[in-house]
């Protein structure tokens, strides 16, 4: 009775292995053709890029929603992942020029999946998803904030809104300049971090000297 206990636990085992592998060998399909025909993108499309019928894509994944869900999970931990080296100067205007980078260095790179996301963003079923990546975000850059205003005795309670200016502005500006790309990315980069840092005086000086 323990031997077939035991090879039935390994035999359940390899079938919910092969089976997450499968699903996220149909999400390279969706990511693949998500690439091509954006969020507007259909699970016929889908099904008939994996060489599969539609009720399959449903069987992994429940309906069109669940398959949005996964790929946004998919997506917010590369962008999360994308970020992750930004904090790693210890300066901090430069530590802040390196994650705006960053993140239109993602959104350059990858314009359908941060397409993708915006629209994650918008609905029901994976907003949550978005607006938690933006929470640890905000909190991520509001820590940082703290110890740099305590380091220059100022006050540390300007850490979080200097924070939600942060990620929104950088977030304003990316989607923008995802439609436009009217300025290269380093003088974006460089004017956003700017006025994050420096503040619109700033400007009137530079300007000033000119």
Known sequence: MATETAATR???SERARLRE????????????????????????????????????????????????EALTERYVDELADALKPAVEST???????????????????EPERYRFLLHAG????????????????????????????RAAGLDPGFAEPWAQCVTGMVRAAGTSWLESRELPRAQLVEYLTTILWDGFSSLRTSAART
């Open 10 to 12: 390994r035999r359940d």
């Open 122 to 149: 918008e609905q029901a079923r994976t907003s949550e998803l978005v607006a938690d990546f933006r929470r640890r975000h905000i909190a991520d850059c509001a820590f940082t904030a703290v110890e740099n205003l």
């Open 91 to 109: 300066e901090p205007r430069a530590r802040l020029a390196a994650t705006i980078d960053a993140y239109l260095s993602y959104v350059e790179r």
């Open 21 to 68: 592998r499968r699903r996220e060998e149909l999400l390279d399909v969706a990511d693949r053709v998500i690439q091509r025909r954006g969020v507007s993108v259909s699970m016929d499309e889908i099904a008939s890029e994996a060489g599969i019928t539609k009720p399959v894509l449903y069987r992994h994944f429940g309906d069109k929603d669940g398959l949005f």
